[in-house]
């Protein structure tokens, strides 16, 4: 574990970052590209009420662009099919 990952703090102001960079049209398919869908994935699974609400507005202004979110998950999709049953 890093040490800057036990810090309820840096992590507030990581997610709000992100948000803030999701608002700018010119740089969400980067986002998308660049790991930063898992990163707020990870953000907003955190207890902190304040990181959650940073990480699913970013979340919910990469969705907006709608293209930056599908290429990423048809980059991301597993090789491997479940059964239909």
């Known amino acids: ?21 999701t608002l700018a049209d010119s740089i969400k398919k980067i986002m998308a590209f660049s790991g930063t869908i898992p990163a707020l994935l990870e953000l907003s699974s955190l207890s902190d009420n304040i990181c959650q609400v940073f990480a699913i507005r970013a979340i919910s202004n990469l969705a907006e662009s709608g293209k930056a979110v599908r290429t990423f998950v048809q980059i991301r999709k597993p090789t491997t099919h479940a059964r239909n049953y």
């Open 1 to 21: 574990m890093f040490p800057w990952k036990k810090y309820i703090e840096v992590k507030r102001e990581a997610a709000a970052a992100l948000c803030n960079m």
